[in-house]
T-cell receptor, first 112, second 116 residues
Framework: AQRVTQPEKLLSVFKGAPVELKCNYSYSGSPELFWYVQYSRQRLQLLLRHISRESIKGFTADLNKGETSFHLKKPFAQEEDSAMYYCAPKNAGGTSYGKLTFGQGTILTVHP | DTEVTQTPKHLVMGMTNKKSLKCEQHMGHRAMYWYKQKAKKPPELMFVYSYEKLSINESVPSRFSPECPNSSLLNLHLHALQPEDSALYLC???????????????FGPGTRLTVL
């Protein structure tokens, strides 16, 4: 069965500390992988996707096909990074081709 | 215009009411989506429209009735809802549904629905 797991529901760090939000997936084929972020009282927005291999707001995410993981990392967290983060694989085959499925989310709190 | 807009922002309705949610995008996207999001939970897909035709219905109860009048507009008609249907309803759009090439979904701010 297709599954995405974000093992940490809550993650707290201090400003300036490194942060890693974990995402593991179990999908057939090669799904496209996304991280979405939802800041307080703002819309859900794309943070980054694996295919672009880019760094947005200092965040990077590396796709590890061997471990089927797509962890989100930032070397120095900022208070404005506090938000809900969702890992979201997109089906790459089958009847649900193109369907985006969200993990349960990780609430990141960055303390001053 | 690079945004998905949704109206109304908030909606309170009784169980016997009929109301509609509206979503609009002017990015030329041919796929549009409805999601339901309960508090502190991830969005759950409800419907997908591709080129104004319903492509996916994730076994949503018939009291939710989607409509895509044209490529820029998506409606969700609500009738005889239950209190447990109270949630944030999100609309999203993307270039194409099920495209072989990379495709990103862009979300609207949502309509917060309360069913009394």
């Amino acid at each position: 069965a297709q599954r995405v797991t974000q093992p940490e529901k809550l993650l707290s760090v201090f400003k300036g500390a490194p942060v890693e939000l974990k995402c593991n997936y179990s999908y057939s084929g090669s799904p496209e992988l996304f991280w979405y972020v939802q800041y307080s009282r703002q819309r859900l927005q794309l943070l980054l996707r694996h295919i672009s291999r880019e760094s947005i707001k200092g965040f990077t995410a590396d796709l590890n096909k061997g471990e089927t993981s797509f962890h989100l990392k930032k070397p120095f967290a900022q208070e404005e990074d506090s938000a809900m983060y969702y890992c979201a694989p997109k089906n790459a085959g089958g009847t649900s081709y193109g369907k985006l499925t969200f993990g349960q989310g990780t609430i990141l709190t960055v303390h001053p | 215009d690079t945004e998905v807009t949704q109206t109304p922002k908030h909606l309170v309705m009784g169980m016997t009411n009929k109301k509609s949610l509206k979503c609009e995008q002017h990015m030329g996207h041919r796929a549009m989506y409805w999601y339901k999001q309960k508090a502190k939970k991830p969005p759950e897909l409800m419907f997908v429209y591709s080129y104004e035709k319903l492509s996916i219905n994730e076994s949503v109860p018939s009291r939710f009735s989607p409509e895509c009048p044209n490529s820029s507009l998506l409606n969700l008609h609500l009738h005889a809802l239950q209190p447990e249907d109270s949630a944030l309803y999100l609309c999203a759009s993307s270039q194409e549904w099920g495209a072989a090439r990379p495709d990103t979904q862009y979300f609207g701010p949502g309509t917060r629905l309360t069913v009394l």
